[in-house]
């Protein structure tokens, strides 16, 4: 005799059966939610094992070796981005060699460098990379070196707006405010703990982050988010947090506060004399340079005039005209203002985010080279204008 439990699953199946016998379609349906919700379950985790600190990281193990290229004119998150991913790459015995075209010129970049004593190979064309995996840091699309065109990513790591991928690894978040940032939740995510500054013989540890490293990643985040309090998200307060324990304060500062070149004073004071201004818009033309790092700080300084909300600062050298922008304007999405003036020029690039952009034209190409009508330096300093206003 069953016992009434066992007569009660009995009776639950006898149901069930009748059920499906006399709703044979809606049985169905219910088998195949079924089954495509295990689906969707099981793609999720499979996403996760390939996405983040430990899919990066097991990416990395499948290389002998990988170029890390960060972007021309490299700075502390693009430096900090790339330390980060060659730590990782350590971890795995994959070698690394990091890569930039452009300069290090920025008194704040070389001193970055040179206090953490990090390693760059300058590159001159992509025959310089050989035939390492390339891994993109802090851009999402080679450029600034001949043959970039050529180079087929095997993973990005970024926080730029554009469409370039990975053929194995993207992870571009245009939310976050640094790519450093993107780093640092690797390591958390993966059980690294930040090393004791003053543990000289912590670095060597398994699954310890080397206080360079932390050092570096804080500082890349600080330096794109000035300190915290521009284009911030979450995650960069949470990596701060995570790797502050870290943290060499003496290096942070020596980092942070580095000899000023006299042309950068010379820039900025030339930014400020030549500026215009119309409506609460401002740009300035500081000529020629030698050094192209001064043109965007020339623009934060500039930004800082009261009753101006949004500025461009642009500057020669070698027959290329630089733009740099800021924005503390709701009004103006700066890296889409600087791509629109530049788009019909030939050869030309800009972009970036809302609050700061970037760009690139050749002077040849600007003044008619190639498939364009051209147009004057007072023709483009108008359309700057234009398109801060909106009008373009």
Not at 230 to 252: M, Q
Not at 272 to 294: H, L, W
Not at 341 to 366: K, N
């Amino acid at each position: 005799m069953l016992s009434a439990e066992a007569g009660s699953v009995a009776l639950q199946v006898e149901d069930v059966s009748a059920f499906v016998t006399e709703n044979p379609l809606l049985a169905v349906g219910a088998l195949v939610g079924v089954v495509f919700l295990v689906g969707l379950v099981a793609l999720a985790l499979r996403r996760k094992q390939q996405t983040g600190g430990t899919g990066f990281s097991r990416l990395l193990a499948r290389y002998d070796e990988v170029s890390v290229l960060m972007h021309p004119n490299p700075d502390p998150d693009a430096m900090s981005a790339a330390l980060g991913v060659q730590t990782i790459a350590n971890s795995v015995d994959t070698d690394t060699e990091i890569q930039y075209p452009g300069q290090i010129r920025h008194q704040e970049n070389r001193a970055f460098e040179t206090v953490l004593d990090l390693e760059f190979d300058h590159i001159d064309s992509d025959a310089d990379l050989g035939d390492r995996p390339v891994v993109l840091v802090d851009h999402n699309e080679p450029r600034g070196f001949p043959g970039s065109e050529t180079v087929d990513p095997v993973a990005v790591i970024d926080h730029h707006p554009g469409g370039g991928k990975g053929r194995e690894f993207t992870d571009v978040r245009t939310e976050n405010g640094a790519c450093a940032t993107i780093l640092a939740e690797y390591f958390e995510e993966m059980g690294w703990e930040p090393a004791d500054p003053d543990d000289d013989d912590s670095d060597e540890e398994e699954a310890t982050l080397p206080s360079r490293v932390a050092t570096g990643l804080i500082y890349g985040i600080q330096s794109d988010t000035k300190s915290l309090t521009k284009g911030c998200s979450d995650a960069e307060f949470e990596a701060a947090a995570f790797l502050y324990p870290g943290v060499d304060e003496d290096s942070l500062d020596r980092i942070a506060n580095p000899e000023v070149d006299a042309e950068v004073l010379d820039i900025k004071a030339t930014a400020i004399r030549n500026r215009v201004i119309e409506q609460a818009f401002a740009v300035s033309d500081v000529g020629a340079v030698s050094n192209v790092d001064a043109i965007p700080q020339a623009a934060d300084e500039l930004l800082r005039l009261e009753g101006v909300t949004a500025v461009v600062v642009l500057g020669e050298k070698d027959g290329t005209i630089h733009l740099s922008g800021r924005s503390r304007d709701d009004r103006v999405h700066m890296g889409k203002a600087l791509r629109a003036v530049v788009e019909d020029v030939p050869m030309a690039g800009a972009g970036g985010h809302a609050r700061m952009g970037g760009g690139q034209l050749s002077l040849d190409h600007m003044e008619g080279l190639g498939p364009s009508n051209g147009m004057t330096r007072d023709q483009l300093k108008d359309r700057l204008f234009a398109s801060l206003s909106g009008d373009l």
